[in-house]
């Protein structure tokens, strides 16, 4: 492998770790974050008979999860473009 | 037509759909038979891979788990979506670059060791058995309830109808099938809870009607359901939980055993592309959403329902609960539906104190004691088991025959289409990682495939008796299994891609620590390999170490692993500059190929 190709790979993986980062912080604010430990502080946004924490458990945190895997693979699509590296 | 003619129908008319799919996708070389040719489009290995990942648990148990313990029980909802995360962005695109056909065959050339194949084999052979045992017994349930033959036959049709298809067909039957089979039970979930949606709320999408207004009392719903449940002793179905870490730390073990499990992961080798391997995963949560979204609308509203049969004084707008409560409904004028169930021993009522009424209440609740004394009650006379909300929800309702016959194929495709995956990673872990790649690498293509076939049948022979004849610890079973996946396979798989320093020693230490604590710490609680009265320590919260339930341990277990297995790296020799280049390798899609053999 050449230096530039080698530097090349290493800065796509690079931007890869740093999105996957990104998108798993999403992931565990959703579901640790406003579905568990800050459901109390979201006690006073009330939504059909209950709290907004509540929605996140059952429903919010995995519609956010889908949107995350299809964003995400939206992304390194250009991502494998931009370096070159797609198939 | 009676009822059991129409079930008969809708099962037998669901086989036969199965195994002409089996006639048609034959498998002809040892690629079609692991990986299905490699060429399936990831919208179709996404609803595979939904029917693959919901089971019989998912499908019969996890509504009726929600309905019993409410918010707290919202782990099940999130764990089993949120490991499809993890799974997209950590996993299935560099596996998929990896381009090999089992998930050992990564670990054993990962870490260029036998040995971690050899554990990695072990490990995945021990979570899939388990799991494939509930898979079995749920088959058989829903065979002896719908089609009134014993179970014993039940169980023995469903293993026949499995070899067909997977023998025959290996992962290219398999694949078409779990498309069939996605359809079948997803149709079949939906459509009662569409019905009971509309009957309770007036909105015809479940997700929807769950936050919307109960059309009888004005109430919202779960507002509704919270002020009933507590005039009876419950405690609220929104109650926030006390032990937050233990919620969190068995969220998080679901999610990461759902990541490791093997015969999931194995799914993402069957498509053409590393970007469709991404897009896949995509497509198989929201496959799986249809259904998960769709749960905690199920388990709400039949709870709700089960209330208001027993107790109808409380359907519409109460003034007074006391009095709506003093009212339950007389055994002599229970439902039809009722008296069927009660058939199958799974709801059963016990007159305590002989007035001819269903009292049900929660007579655990110290607190409600003097309410229930007043009232002349003498005891919780009614036990409803969980697993019957949602079969039973068609006839709860009122909801036509067919509707009824439509739960008994898709129960059964739940079942089938994850024994099936499940079958597959153990048969490829046998002929593929231990004959072909530990005892015999001469072996042709031919014989190989003989070998997976042959263990196919095998590991099926293995189910059906499991199924027959479960072992007593058959419901922690599913403990294990994700213990296993969370502290033992995901860790190394995550390490291996993620880590080029990440070394042989290091995974086959992590490895082993992660699954012996985890092991241990179960053990510990439920018993010596689940005998019954050999745990060390009675299986309560206060005996738990800082309030993790065994159940959440799965997640320490990783953290173990992932502890243990940079600690002994860092102070042995780094791995060889070609494993170092393929861990480069997999990390871009660049130059991937169709599955290969080697």
Same mark, same amino acid.
């Not at chain 1, 109390?40 to 995995?62: K, N, R």
């Not at chain 2, 993402?268 to 970007?275: E, I």
């Not at chain 2, 021993?345 to 001819?356: A, E, H, K, V, Y």
């Given at each position: 492998m050449m230096a530039d190709d080698k530097s090349n790979a290493a800065a796509y993986w690079k931007a890869n770790v740093r999105l996957i980062f990104g998108c798993l912080v999403v992931w565990?604010?959703?579901?640790?974050?406003?579905?568990?430990?800050?459901?109390?502080?979201?006690?006073?946004?009330?939504?059909?008979?209950?709290?907004?924490?509540?929605?996140?458990?059952?429903?919010?945190?995995?519609?956010?999860?889908?949107?995350?895997?299809?964003?995400y693979a939206w992304r390194m699509n250009q991502l494998d473009k931009k370096y070159g590296l797609g198939e | 037509m009676s009822q059991f003619a129409i079930n008969l129908l809708f099962v037998g008319a669901s086989f036969a759909l199965y195994i002409g799919i089996a006639i048609w996708a034959r498998a002809g070389s040892t690629k079609e038979f692991y990986v299905a040719g490699g060429g399936v489009h990831p919208i179709t290995n996404g609803m595979a891979t939904a029917a693959d990942w919901m089971s019989a648990a998912s499908f019969i148990s996890m509504a009726g788990l929600i309905a019993s313990g409410g918010y707290a029980n919202s782990t099940y909802l999130m764990g089993w979506t949120g490991g499809f995360v993890i799974l997209a962005m950590l996993l299935a695109p560099y596996l998929r670059k990896f381009g090999k056909f089992t998930v050992p065959d990564f670990i054993g050339e990962r870490f260029y060791s036998p040995t971690a194949r050899v554990v990695a084999v072990v490990c995945l052979i021990i979570a899939s058995v388990t799991y494939v045992i509930g898979q079995m017994t749920g088959a058989g349930v829903a065979f002896s309830r719908f089609l009134e033959v014993p179970s014993t036959w039940g169980?023995? $049709?469903?293993?026949?109808? !499995?070899?067909? /298809?997977? &023998? *025959?067909?290996?992962?290219?039957? $398999?694949?078409?099938?779990? !498309?069939?089979? /996605?359809? &079948? *039970?997803?149709?079949?979930?939906? $459509?009662?809870?569409?019905?009971?949606?509309?009957?309770?709320t007036g909105n015809p999408i479940p997700m929807f009607g769950m936050f919307s207004t109960h059309s009888e009392s004005g109430v919202p719903l779960l507002q509704k359901l919270d002020d009933v449940v507590v005039a009876l002793g419950f405690q609220d179905y929104t109650a926030d939980v006390d032990n937050k870490l233990n919620m969190l730390l068995f969220t998080l073990s679901l999610m990461i055993g759902t990541a490791g499990l093997p015969h999931v992961i194995i799914r993402?080798?069957?498509?053409?592309?590393?970007?469709d391997a991404r897009w896949s995963a995509g497509w198989a949560l929201v496959f799986i959403a249809l259904l998960y979204l769709t749960a905690p609308a199920v388990a709400s509203m039949a709870r709700l329902n089960l209330m208001t049969t027993v107790y109808p004084e409380m359907t519409g707008q109460v003034e007074d609960y006391e009095a709506a409560a003093a009212e339950p409904i007389l055994y002599e004028d229970r439902p039809a539906w009722f008296q069927t169930w009660e058939e199958t021993?799974?709801?059963?009522?016990?007159?305590?104190?002989?007035?001819?009424r269903i009292?049900?209440?929660?007579?655990?609740?110290?607190?409600?004691?003097?309410?229930?004394?007043?009232?002349?009650?003498?005891?919780?006379?009614?036990?409803?088991?969980?697993?019957?909300?949602?079969?039973?929800?068609?006839?709860?309702?009122?909801?036509?025959?067919?509707?009824?016959?439509?739960?008994a194929a898709g129960g059964i495709a739940a079942a089938l289409s994850t024994a099936a995956g499940l079958l597959l990673a153990i048969s490829s872990a046998i002929s593929h990682d231990l004959i072909k790649n530990t005892i015999n690498p001469n072996i042709s293509e031919k014989k190989e495939m003989l070998a997976a076939r042959i263990s196919m049948g095998g590991a099926i022979l293995l189910a059906t008796y499991l199924g027959l004849n479960p072992p007593g610890f058959a419901a922690q079973t599913v403990a294990l299994a994700f213990g296993i996946a969370a502290a033992s396979l995901f860790p190394?798989?995550?390490?291996?891609?993620?880590?080029?320093?990440?070394?042989?020693a290091g995974a086959v230490c992590g490895m082993l620590a992660g699954l012996t604590c985890t092991l241990l710490y179960i053990f510990t609680y439920l018993g010596w390999f689940f005998i019954p009265g050999t745990n060390m320590l009675p299986n309560t919260p206060?005996?738990?170490?800082?309030?993790?339930?065994?159940?959440?341990?799965?997640?320490?277990?990783?953290?173990?692993?992932?502890?243990?297995?940079?600690?002994?790296s860092s102070v042995t020799a780094p791995p060889p500059r070609e494993i170092q280049e393929l861990v480069e390798s997999v990390r871009y899609p660049k130059g991937a190929g169709a599955a290969i053999d080697h």
């Open positions: 565990a604010f959703v579901s640790y974050g406003c579905a568990i430990l800050f459901r109390p502080l979201l006690a006073s946004i009330s939504i059909g008979g209950t709290d907004l924490g509540f929605w996140f458990a059952q429903q919010g945190s995995i519609l956010t999860f889908i949107a995350l895997i299809f964003f | 169980i023995w $049709i469903a293993a026949l109808t !499995v070899f067909f /298809y997977a &023998v *025959l067909g290996g992962m290219k039957g $398999i694949t078409y099938t779990q !498309v069939a089979q /996605y359809v &079948v *039970l997803i149709v079949a979930y939906t $459509i009662p809870a569409v019905f009971i949606a509309m009957q309770l993402f080798f069957t498509v053409p592309k590393v970007a021993g799974l709801i059963t009522f016990n007159d305590l104190n002989d007035d001819g009292q049900f209440y929660n007579d655990a609740n110290a607190g409600f004691e003097g309410t229930a004394t007043e009232r002349g009650w003498a005891g919780n006379e009614l036990t409803v088991n969980n697993d019957i909300l949602v079969l039973a929800n068609p006839e709860i309702a009122n909801l036509p025959g067919w509707v009824v016959g439509l739960i190394v798989l995550m390490m291996g891609i993620f880590s080029t320093r990440m070394n042989s206060d005996n738990w170490f800082i309030g993790i339930s065994p159940l959440s341990f799965g997640a320490v277990g990783a953290l173990i692993n992932f502890a243990v297995a940079f600690a002994v």
